[in-house]
């Protein structure tokens, strides 16, 4: 295929993503942000004004990058996974295995097709934000580039665990019992400084702690960890699981028979 | 008729993971412009065969090429000369009929404008237009099917595959598909169909291959296959009641009831059938051929591939 076909199978692959999850936007759009903002009303206001400031700031300030981060996340994951898996389970994957389509565009489409749900809900759960606190961006080209990579990340995962999965319980498994323990215990709601010296130690081999403190520190200014090492660890993650969803789709594992 | 075949398949192997051998290594070509049925009893490795070509199934060995080009090495060349109408459904049944085949459009990377014209052509051309806003689920089953072949041919490959395309689909619908792809094999798209249906296949196509446990068991012309029948069965439908004895020694007659009889005579006999009725005094008011040639051959060759395989097992059992 030339360029030119490549980009129009590309934009095709991204348009029917986005179309996708805008068609079914009561599920897919408002859930998260009725989760979020029950989170600033709950976490940020209620119990938020009985703690103390976190890393300087007080605790609404400090919990609002986490959970922009925790609706990325998510929302780029379930997006990606829920749509390959149906394509696969409905078949219509077909439509794209008989077509000249290379497997990187596949790729590219279905993840740039999650990054744009995860950017989407992103962008709605900081307006809801604006409600409950004053958010001044310290870093807008970090800030953009670290919510950007990891929604890329976690697409890619949803993708990888699509793959895998044989039926609709596989594609629930993972959220609910790695990526949503992984999200919480990354320091959305905490400076991992408050943790004992062992359980701070055992924090930093999750990878969404990086991902949530380089983006705290584009948009507050503050972080637990080196922003650098974070941004090279999201990163060396998206080759290596790009290289690994690639290799999946290339020799046809779990989607040709 | 130009020398590149549409289709040239190479000493094709299937086995899959628990061990059973599909295809046991088969060669088949198909010249461009053919209508070609590719026959066989379910499970004799049909569907393997398409899903090899369409990429759909990875083969375990042999060669497949496209219009000379190779499915392995030039791949996006391959399947771009290629449209696929599979046996299951496998559309987005949420997606509406119209996007459904404009994104197709869009995976062979014609631009948008294009896409949606050629939508909205095979929509017309199927008469399924007026459901183009309607989302796939709420279609009839006929009208799946049509979008199925519009899909395959909104790119206007140069091959085109059916697997069983007319499956449960109602007569009439069969005869306008029968006439539509007749059509577009008379543009010069090459048409490869299987189906079960083989008054459908001796009418349509013009070459034909019978798969059996894997191995091509016969591939010829569909006219010299049918010379090969030598019995057919006619039911007679006669005026008056007949008599009691029907005096029709020489042919193998069965009185039905007593105004129609079945004969079965061997080829080129029917003006002997005729005269024989007229000196009993049987006027025939009409006559139509019960059986389908098509259907004793395909049958008796299957027949005498199970009993070549059983003298096969009994040899290789003695040896052993």
Same mark, same amino acid.
């Given at each position: ?146 919510? %950007?990579?990891?929604?890329?990340? %976690? ?12 039926? %609709? ?28 010296? %062992? ?59 | ?320």
């Amino acid at each position: 295929m030339s360029w030119v076909e490549l980009w129009v199978a590309f934009q095709t692959i991204l348009t029917k993503e986005i179309r996708r999850f805008m068609r079914i936007w009561p599920q897919t759009l408002v859930p998260p942000v009725i989760t979020v903002t029950l989170y600033f009303i709950i976490f940020g206001n209620l119990i938020g004004s009985r703690i103390g400031p976190m890393d300087g700031f007080n605790y609404m300030e400090f919990v609002v990058p986490g959970l922009i981060m925790m609706g990325v996340i998510t929302n780029s994951y379930s997006n990606v996974v829920s749509s390959f898996f149906g394509a696969k389970f409905q078949h219509s994957i077909e439509e794209l295995l008989v077509s000249p389509v290379p497997s990187w565009v596949v790729l590219a489409g279905f993840v740039l097709g999650g990054v744009a749900r995860g950017l989407a809900v992103g962008l709605i759960v900081t307006l809801m934000s604006l409600f409950f606190t004053q958010l001044q961006v310290t870093n807008m080209g970090l800030t953009i580039a670290v919510v %950007f990579l990891t929604s890329v990340l %976690f697409s890619i995962f949803g993708l990888i665990n699509a793959v895998f999965a044989n039926n %609709f319980d596989d594609i629930s498994i993972i959220p609910t019992f790695v990526l949503t323990p992984l999200i919480y215990l990354g320091g959305v709601f905490y400076s991992v400084s408050l943790l004992p010296e %062992f359980w701070a130690t055992v924090s930093k081999f999750n990878p969404i702690l990086y991902m949530v403190n380089a983006f705290r520190y584009g948009v507050l200014g503050v972080s637990d960890i080196s922003v650098s090492f974070a941004l090279s660890m999201i990163v060396l993650f998206i080759v290596a699981a790009f290289s690994f969803a690639l290799y999946l789709l290339n020799t046809g594992k779990r989607i040709r028979t | 008729m130009s020398s590149t075949p549409a289709l040239s398949i190479s000493n094709l192997s299937k086995v899959y993971d628990n061990g059973f051998a599909a295809l046991k290594g088969i060669d088949l070509q198909v010249e461009q412009g053919d209508f070609f049925a590719l026959l066989g009893p379910n499970g004799a490795g049909k569907s393997t065969t398409i899903g090899i070509i369409c990429s759909l199934v990875q083969k375990s060995g042999g060669s497949v090429k496209v219009f000379d080009y190779d499915i392995d090495h030039d791949f996006p060349l391959a399947k771009k000369q290629l449209g696929v109408v599979p046996q299951e459904f496998n559309f987005n049944h949420f997606e509406k009929v119209r996007d459904i085949l404009v994104t197709q459009a869009g995976y062979y990377g014609l631009p948008r404008q294009l896409a949606e014209q050629r939508a909205d052509k095979y929509m017309q051309l199927l008469d399924i237009d007026d459901k183009a806003g309607q989302q796939a689920r709420t279609l009839s089953g006929g009208m799946k099917r049509r979008l199925m072949i519009a899909r395959a041919l909104v790119h206007e490959p140069r091959l085109l595959i059916l697997d069983e395309p007319t499956a449960g689909v109602d007569i009439e619908l069969r005869r306008s598909m029968w006439e539509f792809l007749q059509r577009v094999n008379g543009e010069g798209t090459t048409i490869i169909l299987t189906t079960h249906y083989l008054e459908e296949a001796e009418s349509l196509c013009r070459n034909i291959a019978i798969i059996d446990e894997g191995k091509i068991i016969q591939n010829s012309s569909m006219r010299s296959l049918l010379r090969q029948a030598s019995l057919e069965s006619f039911v007679i439908d006669v005026q008056e009641s007949l008599p009691a004895k029907l005096g029709l020694d020489r042919f193998s007659a069965q009185r039905l009831d007593d105004h129609s009889l079945e004969v079965t005579i061997e080829k080129g006999a029917m003006n002997e059938l005729f005269i024989a009725l007229n000196e009993c005094g049987i006027h025939v008011l009409s006559l139509r051929n019960k059986t389908n040639r098509l259907e004793e051959l395909f049958v008796g060759l299957l027949e005498e591939n199970d009993r070549r395989q059983e003298q096969n097992n009994a040899v290789n059992g003695d040896a052993a």
